[in-house]
């Protein structure tokens, strides 16, 4: 598909009503550590807590009126599954949520908070597209997918829109990268609307499908994800991965340690509350910061949705 400046415009037209334009932070003591200027694009303020309601939104509202009246069904760790029980509740329509058993429980009271309906599966991706299935053949909901899916991948390029709109110098924007909805979406922003400015990613070693698929050409799976960044333990799908090839610069991998460090340190300098899939681009520039010495880089902080009775710290 060819995607065009327009289609990010209208996107971002399209969610106004169901979004907050969340604020963008920096920070002198995190600049002076890094070397470089850092513009934090404040995704942990967005409603439910993460980007992903830019996506869910943006999906939800271009479906039928049919297609409403069937409501919708996803799988999701936590923050899709969040934004799309938000967004169905404010757009008046049923949302079915498959949850991985290991899911954090701060997230699935979140989930029901909103008003989605949870099934628990085997926390397997196969398993969850499976359920995933089941309930769409059963109910006749339209199945949403997290990052790999036309609306939403343009929903979550608007949170990079706008900070190129505040910020339209930028020489670098950062994101962490799961299933490459937020990565690809901020790609396409960052060719359309900034000055030569590159996308780079974040990846844990532990889960950095990602890194080794730009690397072979191909989607790559991750045969094991213990990592602390919960929400990035998903792969690339067919819709993001044709666009991360072609925009993003490369993919920088962080190991466990790093990722809670510049958790921690965004947390203690910037006093706001992160995920660890939050830091991971944060941990990315500070282990190659000699390379963003002295520029511009905008981050963005995808979400804040953490257990606080389970910290690494």
């Not at 309601?53 to 039928?64: D, E, K, V, W, Y």
């Not at 990268?177 to 400015?197: D, E, Q, V, W």
């Not at 090839?245 to 466990?256: A, F, S």
Request: glycine content about 10%; aromatic content about 6%.
């Amino acid at each position: 598909m060819n995607y065009t400046k327009e289609d990010l415009l209208n996107c971002h037209e399209k969610i106004k009503p169901f979004i907050h334009r969340t604020p963008v932070l920096t920070s002198q003591a995190l600049n002076e550590i890094s070397g470089a200027k850092i513009y934090f694009k404040c995704e942990n303020f967005q409603r439910m807590g993460a980007f992903k309601m830019r996506g869910a939104a943006h999906a939800i509202s271009n479906l039928t009126d049919g297609q409403k009246a069937n409501g919708v069904v996803t799988h999701s760790s936590g923050n899709f599954a969040q934004a799309v029980s938000l967004s169905a509740k404010m757009q008046g329509i049923k949302a079915y949520i498959v949850m991985p058993s290991n899911a954090p429980q701060v997230k699935k009271d979140a989930v029901k908070g909103y008003g989605g309906m949870i099934t628990e599966c085997e926390p397997n991706i196969d398993i969850r597209q499976a359920t995933t299935d089941k309930i769409s053949a059963e109910t006749g909901a339209t199945k949403l997918h997290p990052s790999n899916q036309v609306d939403v991948i343009l929903g979550q390029g608007t949170a990079a829109l706008e900070l190129l709109e505040d910020y339209p110098d930028l020489n670098v924007v950062m994101t962490p990268i799961g299933g490459g909805g937020l990565i690809a979406g901020t790609a396409l922003a960052a060719h359309f609307f900034g000055k030569n400015c590159k996308t780079i990613g974040g990846e844990p070693f532990q889960a950095d499908d990602a890194y080794r698929s730009l690397l072979s050409g191909k989607i790559e799976t991750n045969k094991t994800a213990d990592t602390i960044a919960d929400g990035l333990r998903t792969i690339l799908g067919n819709h993001n991965f044709p666009i991360i090839q072609e925009y993003v610069d490369r993919i920088i991998r962080v190991e466990e340690d790093e990722i809670i460090a510049a958790m921690r340190l965004i947390w203690e300098r910037m006093k706001i509350i992160i995920e660890p899939s939050c830091a991971v681009p944060f941990a990315a520039l500070l282990r190659e910061k000699e390379k963003f010495a002295g520029k511009k880089v905008g981050i963005i902080l995808s979400g804040g949705n953490v257990d606080l009775g389970n910290l690494p710290f």
